[in-house]
């Protein structure tokens, strides 16, 4: 157990968590815990049901079974098994998806800070106090744009601030989409395979912004815990404090990652049962020698 599992009380606590879809069981009875302080990795090979557990932490599936409790570090508890997807949202909670989603034809800056809108109309009042320019809504509107900045610079796209967001670069986009979440100022970020795409550079790049995240205290004083699915094994073995894998929709292992790495039902369930078998690279890099290149059978 690491000094900050220790200290850091849970974040987000999942209970027994089955979703099913008709007679298929995408998640099934799956519990574990992702503190603020740490990057939990959700790993596991396709199909393992990681997507569909975001979905239902993140109010895009309403669970058939299980208690999803995300604790605020003021204390307050909210249960997102029975919220919709736009409560969650407001209760602390950012996503970005497998496939980039942002608005494509906005600027860089514009997207950061449509992010921002529920903030944004609660300050106008819904739109009277900035139609009439009153001085609270000019005060959050400048707060908007510093917090825009404060994540473009944090991601390294200052100098991209006035570009369309659909015209930068692959990697670009995908720290855009992360400064965007982080816009809406979360107490968890969840990511699905936000390192699918880079070349090994944008990676490294991606794994600084995301130990930052965790390290760091946002602007607003408070801290974020990350939650990530993550098929580049590079990267989850570098950042991650906590690796929890699933296979056939139920969780196999949960731990730090040297534990997870070496745990022989990890090792079965990239392996199958073939363990002669090559594994995948992006699998394999991160495995012992013993498992990457198994010695050939005596005769
Ligand atoms: N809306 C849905 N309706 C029916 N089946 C679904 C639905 N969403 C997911 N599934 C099924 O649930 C299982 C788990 O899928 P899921 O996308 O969660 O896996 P994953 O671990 O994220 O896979 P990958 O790594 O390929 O993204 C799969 O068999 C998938 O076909």
């Known amino acids: 157990m690491s000094v900050t599992e220790m200290t850091e009380t849970p974040l987000l606590t999942v209970e027994h968590l089955t979703m099913r879809f008709g007679g298929l069981v995408a998640n099934n009875d799956v519990s574990f815990v992702a503190r603020t302080g740490e990057i939990t990795a959700l790993i596991g090979p396709n199909g393992a049901g990681k997507t569909t557990l975001f979905n239902c932490v993140t109010g895009f599936y309403t669970p058939t079974v299980g208690r999803l409790s995300l604790r ?16 969650i949202a407001q209760s602390g909670v950012a996503r970005t998806f497998q496939n980039i989603r942002l608005f494509g034809g906005m600027s860089v800056l514009e997207n950061l800070i449509v992010a921002q809108h529920n903030k944004l109309m609660d300050a106008s009042g819904f739109a009277i106090a900035g139609l009439f320019g009153l001085p609270t809504y000019a005060k959050a509107e400048k707060a908007a744009l510093e917090l825009a900045k404060y994540w473009l ?42 390192a699918a795409g880079l070349n090994p550079r944008e990676s490294g790049e991606l794994a600084e912004i995301l130990t930052f995240i965790r390290d760091a205290r946002n602007p607003n004083g408070h801290r974020t815990g990350v939650l990530l699915i993550e098929h580049d094994m590079s990267v989850v073995m570098r950042i991650s404090d906590h690796v929890v894998v699933l ?3 139920r969780k196999i292992s949960d731990g730090d990652p040297t534990s997870v790495k070496n745990d022989p039902a990890v090792i079965r369930a990239y392996l199958g049962e073939d363990e002669d078998a090559e594994l995948p690279p992006e699998v394999a890099g991160d495995l012992p020698a013993s498992v990457v290149h198994p010695a050939p059978k005596e005769i």
């Open 247 to 249: 296979d056939y929709g």
């Open 72 to 87: 605020h570090p003021d204390g307050r508890e909210f249960l997102l098994e029975r919220m919709p997807g736009y409560r």
């Open 153 to 194: 610079e944090r991601v390294r796209l200052t100098e991209f601030a006035d570009w369309e967001a659909g015209n930068l670069p692959y990697g670009a986009q995908r720290r855009l989409e992360i400064a965007r979440a982080m816009c809406t100022e979360p107490v968890l970020l969840c990511l699905d395979e936000p």
